[in-house]
Structure formats: C-alpha cells, structure tokens
C-alpha cells in the first residue's frame, strides 16, 4: 500500500458498505472480500462489500420494494442534512452491492432461484431496479442497522477519491451464501475479526485503516446479536479522520486524538494509526487495537 500526499478537490460521493455477520463455532465472523488488484479504490485490499450510490438507487419503487417506510429509513441514519430520497437510495445501494459483489440477496421469501434469475439478468444488462420489479421481490432494508459513517479526508492517503460511506450491520441470512464474484473482488473469507487483524498483521492480507479500526470494534463483540444490539441502541458514529505527516510517516488520527478537532472518541480503540513499516499501525503496537 503506497501513501499520497494529493490533495482531491473533487466533491464526496455518497457510498454504502454492508458489513455482513455470521455466528460459528468459534464466534463471531465477518464476510471480506479482496478487491481486484486493478481497481481505482483500494485495489488488491480486502473490504466489507460495498460501493457508491448510483442514480437508481434512489429511483426505486419503495412502497413495491422495501419493507419498511423511507422515513424510518432516514430517521435510522440520524443525518440531518440528509434527504428521505437519499436514505432510501443508501439502503439500496448497500443491499445491491451485497447481491453483486458477494451474491447475498436481502429479500422477503428469497430463494436459490430467484439469486439466479437476478444474476443471470444483471449480466444480460438489466438494471437491479427492473428485475427486482420482474421478481417482485422487496428488499429486507430491516435487517440492516447503521453502524457508523466515514467520510475521506481531502488527503485521502491511501485513495485518489473520496466518499462519504454509511457502514451498515447485517447478520448473514439463512439459506444464503456469500462468495466473491470474481469481477470486482477475487477472494473471499470468512474470519473473526481479531483473526482478520492477525492476518493483516502477519502480512497475509491488507487493509485500509477504516477496516482495521472497524474491525478492532467488531472484535468486542462474541455473537451477531450483540453487535445489532448496540448499533440499535445509539445513532452511527461519524468518523472523520485527519491526517497529517510527523518525522517522515503519515499519521491518521480519529475523535477523541490530541490532534484531532473533535475531542469525544467515537469508536473503541486507537485514536491514531501511523503508517510504518509499509502499513498503518497502532503507536502502540498490535494489542492496542483491542484495549
């Protein structure tokens, strides 16, 4: 992973990530997916599933296709400069990206078939929209719960755009399967999360700070329904990091840093990573990530 210094001028696009849960033997997992090496944002990192809004997302039928009212929608994401047609279209495009980039279909009465005609659609170059009105299939935006908000500094550091991205939690439905679709992403895996940050710091996988961070928090966590509970129990954090260069190495700071303009912390863990050793780390080393 390389470090920029450019400065993006471009304005932030509005984004959506599903961070998608399951319950195994040995706890609390979560789905990641590694980006194609070729990608413009984070190529070759392994991510949550997701990606920006796109202008259908808000276009969609809701009274049709939704399974909750948009104004719960927006009440839930706790944004007040956020319009209810805007809440729709993050719900949206969060539960289409989890269908096109790791085959989960959040959908009332879905089943292995209708996963199929959905896909197989998408590639003859119908829009999500249109076969969700063939199917007659309404989205499940209830088993999603916002977690947290990032918004990409005008450094983004490790990207050359930025965006203002809604994390949702969601727990795996039943009957259904993730795996990567081999286009956008190319590996997948299912690990718990301090697994997950084992591996990255083992040099097996990468990630970009929001993951590693997202991750330190998940790990608090022993099942799928306690991570719900809490993000049911307080609005999504917004999270907007500030970086800065110290003694040649960039450094990332969060709310609650020293350094950082808003002094309340807004998600357990490290206030700052610092880029060393060709990777963000904890000033304090890899246990800091969990204290």
């Not at 659609?121 to 829009?127: F, W």
């Not at 450094?155 to 956008?184: C, G, I, N, Y």
């Not at 999360?193 to 970009?208: G, T």
């Not at 500030?242 to 357990?268: K, L, N, W």
Request: hydrophobic share 40%.
């Amino acid at each position: 992973m390389d470090i920029s210094s450019a400065i993006i001028h471009t304005p932030l696009r509005d984004a959506a990530t599903v961070i998608i849960l399951r319950d195994s033997p040995q706890g609390l997992e979560v789905f990641l997916v590694k980006r194609h090496g070729l990608s413009d944002v984070l190529g070759g990192a392994y991510v949550f599933p997701g990606g920006k809004l796109d202008d259908g997302d808000s276009l969609l039928d809701a009274a049709a296709h939704l399974d909750q009212n948009t104004g719960h929608l927006h009440a839930a994401l706790a944004e007040a400069n956020l319009s209810v047609t805007q809440a729709q279209g993050l719900y949206v495009a969060a539960l289409r990206e989890a269908f096109e980039e790791c085959g989960v279909l959040f959908a009332e009465g879905a089943s292995h078939s209708h996963s199929l005609q959905l896909a197989t659609q998408l590639q003859a170059g119908r829009t999500f929209n249109q076969v969700l009105g063939d199917l007659k299939l309404r989205l499940q935006t209830s088993a999603l719960l916002p977690g947290s908000r990032w918004i990409t500094p005008k450094m983004p550091s490790v990207s050359s755009k930025r965006f203002d991205t809604r994390f949702f939690v969601a727990a795996l439905p039943s009957a259904q399967v993730a795996r990567h679709d081999d286009v956008e992403t190319t590996e997948s895996a299912w690990l718990s999360p301090r697994l997950a940050l084992q591996q990255y710091w083992a040099r097996d996988i990468e990630l970009a700070p929001p993951q590693i961070l997202t991750l330190a928090h998940l790990s608090r966590f022993a099942y799928v329904a306690s991570v719900l509970q809490a993000a049911r129990q307080s609005p999504p954090p917004l999270i907007q990091p500030e970086p800065f260069d110290e003694q040649g190495e960039r450094v990332i700071c969060y709310p609650g840093d020293a350094r950082h303009s808003v002094a309340t912390v807004a998600m357990p863990g490290p206030t700052r990573l610092r880029f060393r050793n060709k990777r963000f780390e904890p000033e304090a080393g890899f246990d800091a990530l969990f204290t």
